[in-house]
T-cell receptor
Framework: DSGVTQTPKHLITATGQRVTLRCSPR?????VYWYQQSLDQGLQFLIQ???????AKGNILERFSAQQFPDLHSELNLSSLELGDSALYFC???????????FGEGSRLTVL | AQSVTQLGSHVSVSEGALVLLRCNYS??????LFWYVQYPNQGLQLLLK??????LVKGINGFEAEFKKSETSFHLTKPSAHMSDAAEYFC??????????????FGSGTQLTVLP
């Protein structure tokens, strides 16, 4: 158990819809990262928050957004969903000292 | 920019044989390097990490990796494969100079199959 909790584990929705994925980081970790894992793109970094502020941005689409709340949990919002958004979305957290990240079990999104 | 190349998307070994998974990195600064393992339907679990201390790093489950700056490599090895080692393995790199804005860049992964 990494200590990182993600909900929901599975989500099936239709094209054009909007979903929210939730992540609770490990106790004491200020950084939250979102990654997308798909067969064709592999593991892609989307976005990082540190203590409530956006710190780094990767290959995140404009239709996607995220935020980190005062209690440090984070949400990833995916809107106007397309078939190609079907993927496993991972949240990870870390303390930033050695750079290692601790991953949740992921949220599997299927867009039909 | 940093990048990681994992040679061989699929590797098969017999149970008891040596496991060697290759990783080469590209970085303009001395990097931190990591190996993660992903079992089916699970998240990524840290196997080991290199953070500029000893170049030979030992991890969990009998795995180790050696940082070779001259070869820009960080290959993962295990002397004797076990059936439970079957999983996907990811090499990752981060830039220590970025401080709290540091993130991991992953390779494309190597699927390890262990044959009985």
């Amino acid at each position: 158990d990494s200590g990182v909790t993600q909900t929901p584990k599975h989500l099936i929705t239709a094209t054009g819809q909007r979903v929210t994925l939730r992540c609770s980081p490990r106790s004491g970790d200020l950084s939250v990262y979102w990654y997308q894992q798909s067969l064709d793109q592999g593991l892609q970094f989307l976005i990082q928050y540190y203590n409530g502020e956006e710190r780094a941005k990767g290959n995140i689409l404009e239709r996607f957004s995220a935020q980190q709340f005062p209690d440090l949990h984070s949400e990833l919002n995916l809107s106007s969903l397309e078939l190609g958004d079907s993927a496993l979305y991972f949240c990870a957290s870390g303390r930033g000292d050695t750079g290692e990240l601790f991953f949740g079990e992921g949220s599997r999104l299927t867009v039909l | 920019a940093q990048s990681v190349t994992q040679l061989g998307s699929h590797v098969s070994v017999s149970e008891g044989a040596l496991v060697l998974l290759r990783c080469n990195y590209s970085s303009s600064v001395p990097p931190y390097l990591f190996w993660y393992v992903q079992y089916p339907n699970q998240g990524l679990q840290l196997l080991l990490k290199y953070t500029s201390a000893a170049t030979l790093v030992k991890g969990i489950n009998g795995f180790e990796a050696e940082f070779k700056k001259s070869e820009t490599s960080f290959h993962l090895t295990k002397p004797s494969a076990h059936m439970s080692d079957a999983a996907e393995y990811f090499c990752a790199v981060s830039d220590p100079s970025r401080g709290s804005a540091r993130q991991l860049t992953f390779g494309s992964g190597t699927q390890l199959t262990v044959l009985p």
